[in-house]
Nanobody
């Protein structure tokens, strides 16, 4: 089994910054693609940013230029640096990871979610 533990969410004023972290643990040989999704109240869950093991990145248009995804492969950890936050960024943010275990079996896992609230 693999667990994803998220941290860094909270309440911040518009224009402020937060840094989210997600550490994968358990039976992990390697982490493959990792990403951050978010779900605002009443909305569908959407991809915010993703990063491959080779550090190729993708971003939602709404966060380009403001958010930066990065990873530390030695720690099986992915980060999301969020700058110039807007009230529209308010959502529960979920970490996702594609993991290969010690038996070379791939699986997809989700974190528990962390609340990000941006006040006007």
């Amino acid at each position: 089994q693999v667990q994803l533990v998220e941290s860094g969410g909270g309440l911040v004023q518009a224009g402020g910054s937060l840094r989210l972290s997600c550490a994968a643990s358990g039976n992990i040989f390697s982490t493959n693609a990792m990403g951050w999704y978010r779900q605002a109240s009443g909305n569908q869950r959407e991809l915010v940013a993703a990063i491959t093991s080779g550090r190729t990145t993708n971003y939602a248009d709404s966060v380009k230029g403001r958010f930066t995804i990065s990873r530390d492969n030695s720690k099986n950890t992915v980060y999301l640096q969020m700058n110039s936050l807007k009230p529209e960024d308010t959502a529960v943010y979920y970490c996702n990871a594609d993991v290969t275990n010690s038996y070379f079996t791939r699986g997809n896992y989700w974190g528990q979610g962390t609340q990000v609230t941006v006040s006007a």
